[in-house]
C-alpha cells in the first residue's frame, strides 16, 4: 500500500477515533495531500516561519524559559535593556571561563557553587542561548527570534 492511502485512510477514521484532534489530524492530511501545504509537519503547524523543526522549537521553547526565569530571579530589579545587557555580558563570561570545563557534563556538578552559575550551566547545556543582547530582549519581550537563523552551536547531551 502507498503512503498516500495510508494517510487518506488515517484522514478518513482520525475524526471518529480521535475527537477534535481527528478532525484537525484529518484536515492536516488532506491539505498535504490537495498540495496545499508543501510539508506534512507545515500542514499540522509543526514548523513556524523559517523552517525551525519540532526539535529545535522544543529546544528554544525550554531556553526561552530558562532565559526569563534568569532575569526574574537574578536580575528582576533592571529594565528589560539593562537585564539583556547583563545577561549578554555574564552568558558570555560563564561560557568563556567555566563552561570549557563542564559542558561535557550531563548535569551540574555539585562543586559549582551558587544558584547563579547552576542556572548559567542549565542555560546553556539548553543550547541554543544567543551571544548578543538584541536578542535576548527580544526573547525577554517574548518576540520570536528566528530559530533557523541563529547559528549557535550546541554542546548538550
Not at 63 to 91: C, H, K, N, V, W
Amino acid at each position: 500500500m502507498m503512503a498516500a492511502d495510508r494517510l487518506r485512510r488515517l484522514a478518513a477514521a482520525a475524526p471518529q477515533a480521535l475527537g477534535d484532534d481527528g478532525v484537525w489530524l484529518a484536515a492536516a492530511i488532506e491539505a498535504r495531500l490537495a498540495g496545499r501545504a508543501r510539508t506534512l509537519d507545515a500542514a499540522l503547524a509543526l514548523t513556524r516561519r523559517g523552517g525551525a523543526s519540532p526539535a529545535v522549537q522544543a529546544r528554544n521553547d525550554r531556553r526561552d524559559a530558562l532565559l526569563r526565569t534568569y532575569a526574574a530571579t537574578f536580575l528582576g530589579e533592571l529594565a528589560p535593556a539593562r537585564q539583556a545587557s547583563a545577561m549578554s555580558l555574564e552568558i558570555a563570561e560563564f561560557r568563556s571561563r567555566v563552561w570549557p570545563r563542564l559542558r561535557d557534563l550531563a548535569a551540574c556538578p555539585p562543586h559549582v557553587i551558587g544558584a547563579r552559575q547552576r542556572a548559567l550551566f542549565d542555560l546553556l547545556k539548553a543550547g541554543g542561548v544567543p551571544d548578543s543582547a538584541r536578542q535576548l530582549r527580544r526573547i525577554l519581550a517574548g518576540r520570536d527570534i528566528q530559530s533557523a537563523r541563529l547559528n549557535v552551536p550546541t554542546r548538550a547531551a
